[in-house]
Structure formats: C-alpha cells, structure tokens
Nanobody, 115 residues
Framework: QVQLVESGGGLVQPGGSLRLSCAAS????????IGWFRQAPGKERDLVAR???????NYADSVKGRFSISRDNVKNTMYLQMNVLKPEDTAFYYC?????????WGQGTQVTVSS
C-alpha cells in the first residue's frame, strides 16, 4: 500500500523551531523529486520546499533562509527543518512528490505558531 505519513507538527511560539518528518511506504522516494506543501485555512495548498533526486533544493520566498528540506533515501524519509517560525507559517503541512500524485496525499501534520 502506497502511503506517506507526516509527523512532527505542533504548537510553537514565534521564533521557535520544528522538524517535520515524512515516512514513505509502498514505493521508493529515491526515484522522485519530493517536496513539502502547506495549506492554511481558506487558502490553496502551496509548495514551500522541494528537493530533487540529486538533492538540489528550492524554497518559496516566504520560507527561504528559515526552512531546510532534506531526504534520507536509506530510511525512505524526508524532513523539513523549520526555524524562526512566524504566525503566518501556521498551516497543515503535507509531503508529496513534485509534481504531486493525488493518491499520495496523506493526512498532513498541523503546525500552529502562536504566543
């Protein structure tokens, strides 16, 4: 069964950090460009960070310099290190291939940045 499971979200104060994880099963991440997406209430789901099969990374301007995406092909897992979090980073975070494959969408993990 193909599955992506996100974890690591939570409530954090502005300026804090979180590390999100995305564990894949049923397929191998090695063969795909992969990324983290986020969706805030009432907004569309947007790509915030991408890592290619050769580990080249790209970031949305809103998170550049604060977020870092990585992949561990041995563990079949990807990560998103989020630093200097801001209230506007509050959203559900999802991982998927880039471009996304519909059936790969998981439940996401909620990140709330608030004092």
């Amino acid at each position: 069964q193909v599955q992506l499971v996100e974890s690591g979200g939570g409530l954090v104060q502005p300026g804090g950090s979180l590390r999100l994880s995305c564990a894949a099963s049923g397929f191998t991440l090695d063969y795909y460009h992969i990324g983290w997406f986020r969706q805030a209430p009432g907004k569309e789901r947007d790509l915030v960070a991408r890592i290619s099969t050769s580990s080249v990374t790209n970031y949305a301007d809103s998170v550049k310099g604060r977020f870092s995406i990585s992949r561990d092909n041995v563990k079949n897992t990807m990560y998103l290190q989020m630093n200097v979090l801001k209230p506007e980073d509050t959203a559900f975070y999802y991982c998927n291939t880039v471009p996304p494959i519909g059936v790969f969408w998981g439940q996401g993990t909620q990140v709330t940045v608030s004092s």
